[in-house]
């Protein structure tokens, strides 16, 4: 079934050592991975065993050791520092267990900031900004700073962000880590909406069990290695 | 990135930081505001200075003489001589004799001067009473302020007072080839002009022709325009006399000039240095602050070129309000300053004068250097930003 979409992210032989100290950690040990356009894919695994360092190489922040990653076709680490930069804003919308602001901006002018890193025009990327937040039914919190929010707020205001430039690919780590149970669980079923409704393409780290069952692909990682790769629902 | 989103971003943290932004600044206001104040101070003196140099016609005249030399003198045919040259209106002699003088019981030594009317008023002397000298008034003289209060006698008073002279023409005065001594001459006193400096009587220069002098001191020769100056200058000097411009002393003030503008601009520039220092705490202070927000946005793709907009626009801002109300200021405070100064100079009689003076020149200069300087100094902390790794300020919390 995989091979009726496009593949959006691809990894080939994906390495990745820390040297600390004299201290060598193989982090990723040769990681193939291909996911494919409207794919919802959880990965889950143990902490320490290379999750966060996964996705930071797959959005270009971490060099690997090793081996490739393709965005549609398109190597990233062979592009520079700052062209990976314009990938990342225009294609890319990343959510993190804890969220960081421009703290001086408010909410709107936050969530229009990829657009505007893009090249937009301020008005038009504000104008843009107030109809995620009106889809996300958090308009209300648009004049507020973004640090005066709940955990919970600030999670779907991130959300915005990582929503308004039409991304590719939607990549959390852990998203719901740092939020009560009914702030995740409103996190989480506002992702399998946007997965089933908009068809938007989802990468999902978690450690929570409950939120294993969520999307259609199920990734398990262990020691820097994805030792389970299965599809269900 | 779109301008006016990067302005938002720096106007936002500004804000978010008032004090901060407020101290910061005025630091520069305060040393902008000390140059403008130091350097018009300067300016203001220099003027002054000059102005009184050059007071009336002087820009037109030369004061002729002979050096030390034996060689030429300033007699009737050397002043047909330059009277004759083209670009020359009049000319104005002045022969300086001693004298001892006898009024009222009492004795002097005084310096006594044959001369016109031209020649005094040239030479800045104001009538305090009675009247100049004239082409056909014989044994009348002028005495400056100085001998009237030698002998006693108001500017008013003195007028008619008889005095006594007795002339010593020295030899480079006279056609002899010695000094020539004329005793008992009575002068009468038509005029007072205002000189405290030392006691002074002048006539008519016909007086000491009939008493033997045949040659002048001194002349002021008139141009008839300042272009000429130079020229008329050198067709005079290859006839071997020496010329004085004020011109000349002019160019001697503004060199002394140069020196205390030099020096009083330094002081503002040190303070300026002191504000810059401020200001590239409070930017790297902001740095630090900033890193995760910096880290943020290179995460969400944002140029480094974008990133070092932001600081050197924060930079530029600072120096660009702290020159505009530095210039404010400074203005606003020597105006103040020249105030209470003349308050005080008009109470005790003098006029007032303005002390300070703004060239645009230099406000121009100095708000283009608030600006250049600041925008430099941002430049630091803008390359510092750029280099921050993301994902290492991100990773752990
Ligand atoms: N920059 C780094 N330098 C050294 N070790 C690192 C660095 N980043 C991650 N690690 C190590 O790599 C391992 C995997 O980290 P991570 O990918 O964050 O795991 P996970 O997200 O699955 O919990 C951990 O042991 C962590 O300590
Ligand atoms: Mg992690």
């Not at chain 1, 700052?82 to 960081?100: A, C, F, P, V």
């Not at chain 1, 430039?165 to 998203?175: G, L, R």
Request: aromatic share 8%.
């Amino acid at each position: 079934m995989q091979n009726q979409h496009e593949i959006i992210i691809e990894t080939e032989n994906l390495g990745k050592t820390f040297f600390v100290g004299s201290r060598e950690i193989e982090v990723l040990k040769d990681v193939n991975l291909k996911i494919f356009s409207t794919e919802f894919v959880v990965i889950f695994g143990p902490s320490g065993c290379g999750k966060s360092t996964l996705l930071n190489t797959i959005i270009g922040l971490e060099k690997p050791t090793h081996g490739k990653v393709f965005t549609r076709n398109q190597e990233i680490y062979a592009l520079t520092e700052d062209e990976r930069g314009i990938l990342r804003s225009k294609k890319m919308g990343i959510i993190h267990q804890m969220s960081y602001w421009v703290k001086a901006l408010n909410v709107l002018e936050n969530v229009a900031m990829p657009l505007l890193i893009e090249g937009e025009k301020q008005h038009r990327a504000f104008l843009h900004a107030e109809k995620i937040l009106e889809e996300l039914s958090i308009i209300n919190l648009a004049d507020q700073l973004p640090n005066q929010l709940s955990g919970g707020e600030q999670q779907k205001v991130a959300l915005a962000r990582a929503l308004i430039t039409n991304p590719w690919i939607i990549i959390a780590d852990e998203p719901a880590g740092n939020l009560d149970s009914k702030s995740a669980d409103e996190m989480m079923n506002l992702l399998v909406r946007l997965n089933k409704e908009t068809k938007r393409t989802i990468v999902l780290v978690t450690h929570n069990q409950d939120c294993w069952e969520l999307g259609n692909r199920r990734l398990e990682m262990k020691d820097g290695q994805i030792i389970k790769d299965e599809y269900h629902g | 990135m779109d301008r006016r989103f990067i302005l938002r971003i720096v106007y936002k943290n500004l804000r978010s930081r008032k004090l901060r932004t407020l101290l910061t600044l005025s630091g520069i206001v305060i040393a902008i505001s000390a140059i403008v104040f130091l350097l018009s101070f300067a300016l203001g003196i220099e003027k002054l200075v000059t102005n009184e140099v050059t007071k009336g016609d002087a820009f037109l005249l030369l004061d002729v003489g002979t050096g030390n030399s034996q060689l030429v003198k300033l007699d009737e045919k050397t002043i047909s001589e330059i009277k004759d040259l083209a670009d020359v209106r009049t000319v104005s002699g002045i022969i300086n004799i001693g004298a001892k003088a006898q009024a009222k019981d009492r004795t002097a030594d005084i310096s006594f001067y044959g001369t016109d009317k031209q020649y005094l008023s040239w030479s800045g002397l104001t009538l305090q009473s009675g009247q100049s000298l004239s082409d056909n008034a014989r044994k009348t003289i002028v005495i400056n302020t100085a001998y009237a209060k030698l002998l006693q006698l108001s500017p008013q008073d003195a007028l008619g007072q008889g005095i006594k002279f007795d002339f010593t023409i020295p030899k480079e005065l006279n056609d002899l080839s010695e000094e020539k001594v004329v005793e008992g001459q009575n002068y009468v006193v038509v005029g007072v002009v205002q000189d405290d400096s030392a006691p002074k009587a002048y006539t008519h220069y016909q007086n000491l022709i009939d008493l033997g002098a045949t040659s002048y001191s001194q002349l002021k020769v008139e141009a008839n325009s300042k272009n000429q100056i130079e020229k008329v200058r050198k067709q005079i000097e290859s006839t071997g006399l020496k010329t004085q411009y004020v011109g000349d002393t002019v160019s001697q003030i503004e060199q002394v000039f140069v020196i205390f503008k030099v020096v009083l601009a330094s002081f503002g520039f040190v303070a300026l240095i002191v504000a810059l220092l401020g200001m590239f705490n409070t930017l790297t202070i902001s740095l630090l602050e900033r890193i995760k927000e910096i880290a943020l946005m290179k995460m969400l793709g944002m140029r480094n070129k974008d990133i070092k907009k932001i600081f050197v626009t924060e930079a530029t801002i600072f120096g660009i309000a702290g020159g505009l109300f530095g210039l404010f200021v400074g203005i606003i405070l020597s105006q103040i300053a020249n105030m209470i100064l003349n308050y005080y100079a008009t109470r005790s009689g003098g006029e007032p004068v303005s002390v300070f003076y703004y060239s645009l020149k230099y406000i121009l200069i100095i708000f283009a250097a608030s600006f250049l300087v600041s925008f430099v100094t941002g430049f630091y902390p803008a390359r510092k930003a750029t280099k921050i790794d993301s994902l290492e300020v991100l990773r752990y919390e």
